[in-house]
């Protein structure tokens, strides 16, 4: 069993900035490739940013340049720095990560619950 839960999201004015955070917990053995999604009112949910167990960053074009994913495999956590933030980055944003747990030792897709991020004036 394994959760993952994002926080930081909220309100905040096109040209801002915001981090949000992302906790694995569980029977984790040990977390591969680690992202974040969003997903728009209406829309398909789109990959932002993955970033692997050694460092290697993704991201999408629409968001590189502003956003920088991070992680810290010590802890089981995955960050997301968002900058110069437009309207359009307004959507819920999910936690993802393939994990190894304790029990099994395939790789497996766990999703969080999201957060929402509003870019509004």
């Known amino acids: 069993q394994v959760q993952l839960v994002e926080s930081g999201g909220g309100l905040v004015q096109p040209g801002g900035s915001l981090r949000l955070s992302c906790a694995a917990s569980?029977?984790?053995?040990?977390?591969?490739?680690m992202g974040w999604y969003r997903q728009a009112p209406g829309k398909q949910r789109e990959l932002v940013a993955t970033i692997t167990q050694a460092g290697s960053t993704h991201y999408a074009d629409s968001v590189k340049g502003r956003f920088t994913i991070s992680r810290d495999n010590a802890k089981n956590t995955v960050s997301l720095q968002m900058n110069s933030l437009k309207p359009e980055d307004t959507a819920v944003y999910y936690c993802?990560?393939?994990?190894?747990?304790?029990?099994?030792?395939?790789?497996?897709?766990?999703w969080g619950q999201g957060t929402q991020v509003t870019v509004s004036s």
């Open positions: 569980g029977s984790i053995f040990s977390i591969n490739v």
């Open positions: 993802n990560a393939f994990v190894q747990t304790t029990v099994w030792p395939q790789l497996n897709d766990y």
